[in-house]
């Protein structure tokens, strides 16, 4: 069954900071792997998709990765801003079929 | 982007008594959609999956005769909990595929529900 990890929990910097979360999967076989934002009480909103095929993927100041073999994701968030302040969730999937997620990383960023 | 509009947002209600939750695909045709569950400070947990016309697939753990899933139509998916208890008070969310492939996904906002 797959299993997705988030690492760290939570994580709190100062405005301008570069940072990177880190995903874990116990299942290379995906289809994609995706990340969200995720703030208080609110949906999803989509960040990034990666493919299975992709090795990364850009958006502004995101940059997520994807190294299948080892089931590890990366998103970097470069000049971190308050406003990024909110829950990061990864997922991975199969075609067709449900997300599996982690417990994310709560990222604070201070001004 | 596609848009998952579930309502309501939030709702409260007394122990025992049933709340219905809509997710509507507004402008596409979903013939899978899916219901997560959320507890603070936790993952979002599929609890199952709605397949339009048929039943819906429980995932292991989830009571389907507490959380009864109808799926009637291409653009509508609605989860039930009936007899709610204090321990069902979470947040539901909803998500629709639009097509087969899921980088297709689309997400509802959410309901958090409170059980007094």
């Known amino acids: 069954k797959q299993e997705v990890t988030q690492i760290p929990a939570a994580l709190s910097v100062p405005e301008g900071e570069n940072l990177v979360l880190n995903c874990s999967f116990t299942?290379?076989?995906?289809?994609?792997l995706q990340w969200f934002r995720q703030d208080p009480g609110k949906g999803l909103t989509s960040l990034l998709l990666?493919?299975?095929?992709?090795r990364e993927q850009t958006s502004g100041r995101l940059n997520a990765s994807l190294d299948k073999s080892s089931g590890r994701s990366t998103l970097y968030i470069a000049a971190s801003q308050p406003g990024d302040s909110a829950t990061y969730l990864c997922?991975?999937?199969?075609?067709?079929?449900?997300?599996?997620f982690g417990k994310g990383t709560t990222l604070s960023v201070s001004s | 982007g596609a848009v998952v509009s579930q309502h309501p947002s939030w709702v409260i209600c007394k122990s025992g008594t049933s709340v219905k939750i809509e997710c509507r695909s507004l402008?596409?045709?979903?013939?899978?959609m899916f219901w997560y569950r959320q507890f603070p400070k936790q993952s979002l947990m599929l609890m199952a999956t709605?397949?339009?016309?048929?039943?819906?697939?429980?995932e292991q753990g989830v009571e389907k005769d507490k959380f009864l899933i109808n799926h009637a139509s291409l653009t509508l998916s609605t989860l039930t909990v009936t007899s709610a208890h204090p321990e069902d008070s979470s947040f539901y969310i909803c998500?629709?595929?639009?097509?087969?492939?899921?980088?297709?996904?689309?997400f509802g906002s959410g309901t958090q529900l409170s059980v007094l």
């Open positions: 998500s629709a595929l639009q097509g087969r492939a899921n980088e297709k996904l689309f």
């Open positions: 299942d290379s076989a995906i289809y994609n």
């Open positions: 990666i493919q299975s095929s992709q």
């Open positions: 997922a991975v999937g199969e075609a067709g079929t449900a997300l599996i």
């Open positions: 402008d596409f045709q979903a013939t899978t």
């Open positions: 709605s397949n339009e016309g048929s039943k819906a697939t429980y």
